[in-house]
C-alpha cells in the first residue's frame, strides 16, 4: 500500500504546477456597467495572427458597427482587424443580429470558445456587445478574452446625463468626446441645455449687467446667439448624428418660461417685469410669438437641426404666488408640449406641476418630465397623471461647481451602494416600474465666472459616470462591494481615442523628460492631468509679454503674461498669474503642482505662490463666490521663447520628485 501510494505521489507531482488553475472555470469578467449573466468556460481566447471581424452579407447595420469595432481596436490596441463577410475561423470575432426576445432591445450575448461570437436582436444591443468586448480587451496584454457566455441587458432604457452649456459654454469637441465616453459605458442619452443665465447678484443685481446666453445660432433672430460661444445650426445637427450613431441620443433644450433672461436681453418687452427679466411674461402674446419662432427654426423641415425624436421645452421654476399666472404657467406648458409634437418630436418637461397645480390641464400622455425635487413634482402623483418619469433627484445627483451646495463631487458610494431610478428623492418605487424610464445626473454651472474650467467639470463628471453607468444598466444587481469597483475600474479607458482626464501612466511615476526644451518642440503628449509636477530649469531672457513655454488646445503657460509679464496661465478665457516674473540672466529651477483645487508654484525650492480656492465677495461682503485657479498642464508644443528651458521633468503625482 506504501509503494502504491509513493507511486500516486510521484504521478501528481509530474502534472503541470498549474494544471488545477487552468482547469477552473474562468470568473465573470469586470465590465462598467457589470455584466447580467456570466457562464464561466474554461480557458482563454485570444485573437488568432490572421484574425478578422466577420458578419453576415446581408446584415448591412452589423456591417457598419464591425466597421466601428475595428476602428475603436486598431485605436485602443494598434491592431487593424479587417471587416470580413461570410464564415468566420477560429481566432475571428463574429457579429451577427439574431432574435432573442429575452434580450429586449438593447441586450446582446456573446459566446466566447475558439472565437468570440457576439450576437444581438438590435444594433443597439450588438454595439453595447463591441463595449464590453473592448473593455475586457483592454485589460488584458494579450487582448485575450476568458471563455464562457455572457448574456446582458439593462434595467432601464434611458440611461443619462445633462451638462449646463448655457452658464458656461462647453466646446463642440468635448461634448463630441463625451458621448464616446458615454457610449463607452452604455449611457444612451445627454440632454444639452442651450440657454441659461447667472444671478444677478453678482452682476450688480442689475438684470441688464446680468451673464445669459444662448448657445445655438440664430438666423429668425440675428444677434441672439451668445457671442462668447455658440454652435452653429449644421455642426449641431452633425454632432446629434454623430452621437446617433453611437446610439447615443441627444436632447436639445430650450429652456422656457424661466431661466430665459439670453431672450429678454435680446427682446426686453417679452420679459417679466414683475417675477424678473429671467421670467418671460406669459401674459404677453409677443411672447409666444418669439418663441414659436424659434422653436420652429430648429424643428422646421424636412432637415431640422433637432434631429433626435425628443425635445425638451423647461419649464420649471416660474413663480406660483398668484392663482391667474400659475394657470397661465399650466397653458404655456400644455401649448409648448403640443407645439413639438406637431413637428413630430416627443416633448420632455422639467418636473414643476405640483408647485403650479392648477385647473388648467397639460398633456400627459407620451410626456416625459424630468422628475428632479418632489417639492416642485411629486413623482406619485405625476405618474398618476400620465408622465413618463427619467430620475433626476437634486439631493443626490447634482453637480454644482465650487458653489457650496448640492455636490461639487457626487457621493458615489452611497450612490453604487443605495441608489438606482426608482429612489427619486424620499419617494420609493419598485425596480423597473413601468412609468420610470431611468435616469440622469447633471452638471450646473450656477456660478458664472467661478473659474472653472471644461476640465474640471470633467474631472467631477467621468467617474460618477462610470458609477452611475452601473446603477442604470444593472440596477440594484451590481455584485462587487464599492470598494473592489473603484479599484478596478481604474483599469478602464475613458473611451477609444478619449483621454479628457490627461493620464499618463497609472502607477506614480517621472512619466516625460527632456534634457533641453527648444521652441517649437513637440510632445506626444497634450497635456497632464491632475495631480501631476512640472519642473524645468531656465535662464531667463527679456521675454516680450505674452511668450509662451507650453501650449495645448486647452491651456497655454507663459513665461511672461500679456499684461505684467509674469509667469501664468490661461485657459478657458480666464488668466491667472503667479507673483514672479523671470529676469533676464536669472538662472533658476522652477516647479508647478496641480491639482483640483489649487496650481502651486516653487522656485528653488522655496513656494512662492498656491493658487488654492479663492473666496469673492460682491453686494459689501453679502454674497460670495469661490474662484479656482486649476490648470491641467499643457505640454503639446513649446513657444517661441528666448530663455534656455532644460532639465523638463513631468510626474503624474504631486510632491518630492
Known sequence: MKTLSKLILAVLCLLPVGHGLRAAENPKPFVVPEIRQWSGGKGRFVPGPDARIVCSPDQPEA??????????????????L?????????????????????????????????????????????????RTLLQISEQDSARSLPKGTIRDWPDYPFRGFMIDCGRKFIPMDYLEDLTRIMAYYKLNVLQVHLNDNGFK?????????????????????????????????????DFQRQAADRFVEIIPEIDIPAHSLAFTHYKPEIGSKEYGMD????????????????????????????????????????????????????AFTDHYIRLVESYGKQAVVWGALTHASGRTPVKAENVVMNAWYNGYADPAAMIEQGYRLVSIPDGLVYIVPMAGYYHDYLNEPYLYEQWTPPHIGKAVFEERHPAILGGMFAVWNDHVGNGI?????????????QTLS???????????????????????????????LARIGTAPALVYERAEVRPGDSSAYPEIGYDYTVSFDIEGADEKRGTVLF?????????????????????????????????????????????????????????ID????????????????????????????????????????????????
Do not use: C
Open 453 to 465: 474650467s471644461v476640465k474640471d467639470i470633467h474631472h467631477r463628471i467621468f467617474p460618477p459616470l
Open 279 to 330: 421670467h418671460l411674461d406669459l401674459f404677453n402674446p409677443e411672447t409666444y410669438r418669439f418663441a414659436d419662432a424659434l422653436f420652429r427654426e430648429y424643428l422646421a423641415g424636412d432637415d431640422p437641426v433637432f434631429v433626435g425624436p425628443r425635445v425638451h421645452i423647461g419649464t420649471d421654476e416660474y413663480s406660483n404666488a398668484k392663482k391667474e399666472v400659475v394657470e397661465k404657467f399650466r
Open 470 to 500: 452601473a446603477k442604470m444598466w444593472t440596477g440594484e444587481a451590481v455584485s462587487l462591494p464599492y470598494a473592489e469597483f473603484d479599484r478596478r475600474r481604474a483599469a478602464l479607458s475613458e473611451a477609444p481615442g478619449v483621454n479628457q
Open 551 to 607: 501650449r495645448s488646445p486647452n491651456a497655454v503657460f507663459y513665461l511672461s503674461d500679456p499684461i505684467r509679464g509674469m509667469l501664468g496661465f490661461a485657459r478657458d478665457g480666464y488668466l491667472n498669474t503667479f507673483p514672479y516674473r523671470v529676469n533676464p540672466g536669472e538662472k533658476a529651477r522652477i516647479r508647478i503642482e496641480g491639482d483640483n483645487r489649487s496650481t502651486t508654484l516653487k522656485v528653488n525650492g522655496k513656494t
Open 201 to 237: 447678484q453678482y452682476f450688480g443685481h442689475d438684470w441688464n449687467k446680468t451673464y445669459a446666453a444662448f448657445r445655438l445660432e440664430s438666423d429668425t433672430f440675428p444677434g441672439l446667439t451668445a457671442r462668447d460661444g455658440s454652435y452653429s445650426k449644421k455642426e449641431f445637427a
Open 82 to 130: 479587417p471587416v470580413a463577410l461570410g464564415k468566420a475561423s477560429p481566432g475571428d470575432f463574429v457579429l451577427a443580429l439574431s432574435p432573442d426576445k429575452a434580450l429586449g432591445t438593447e441586450g446582446y450575448s456573446v459566446r466566447t470558445t475558439d472565437r468570440a461570437a457576439l450576437s444581438a436582436p438590435t444594433p443597439a444591443g450588438l454595439y453595447w456587445g463591441t
Open 63 to 80: 456591417l457598419r458597427i464591425a466597421r466601428l469595432f475595428a476602428a475603436d481596436y486598431a485605436e485602443m490596441f494598434g491592431r487593424a
Open 610 to 657: 498656491v493658487m488654492d480656492v479663492q473666496k469673492r465677495y460682491y453686494n459689501g461682503g453679502k454674497d460670495s463666490m469661490n474662484y479656482v485657479r486649476t490648470l491641467v498642464f499643457p505640454l503639446e508644443k513649446a513657444g517661441d521663447f528666448d530663455s534656455r528651458i532644460s532639465n523638463l521633468k513631468v510626474y503624474n503625482h504631486r510632491g518630492d520628485e
